[in-house]
């Protein structure tokens, strides 16, 4: 059982940054892929990033890429979304899930989630 907690959402101006962190319960941190969604009003939760168990393998999607950068320190249980150059269409709830096995961008194949974190991207 692993259980999510995220934090750092928030306001922020078009261009700006926000550092997304979430924390994990268990002891098994380590053997679960990492992933972030996200989800914006009216509109299905998509795919953001994901990252292996060691941290050596990321995956983004096309809209993130070259912007945000996904990163986990397993001796804190802790994963990280590092957001720059923010654009006012990155505005979503931003959700921390996790699951066992291999990287997968689909949010049905997720096992555990957390809350979610708003983040507003002012123009």
């Known amino acids: 059982q692993v259980q999510l907690v995220e934090s750092g959402g928030g306001l922020v101006q078009a261009g700006g940054s926000l550092r997304l962190s979430c924390a994990a319960s268990?002891?098994?941190?380590?053997?679960?892929?990492m992933g972030w969604f996200r989800q914006a009003p009216g509109k299905e939760r998509e795919f953001v990033a994901a990252?292996?168990?060691?941290?050596?393998?990321?995956y983004y999607a096309d809209s993130v890429a070259g912007r945000f950068t996904i990163s986990r320190d397993n001796a804190k249980n802790t994963v990280y979304l590092q957001m720059n150059s923010l654009k006012p269409e990155d505005t979503a709830v931003y959700y921390c899930a996790a699951r066992q096995g291999y990287y997968s961008g689909s949010s049905l194949h997720y096992d555990y989630w957390g809350q979610g974190t708003p983040v507003t991207v002012s123009s």
């Open positions: 990252l292996s168990w060691g941290g050596g393998s990321t």
């Open positions: 268990g002891r098994t941190f380590s053997t679960y892929y």
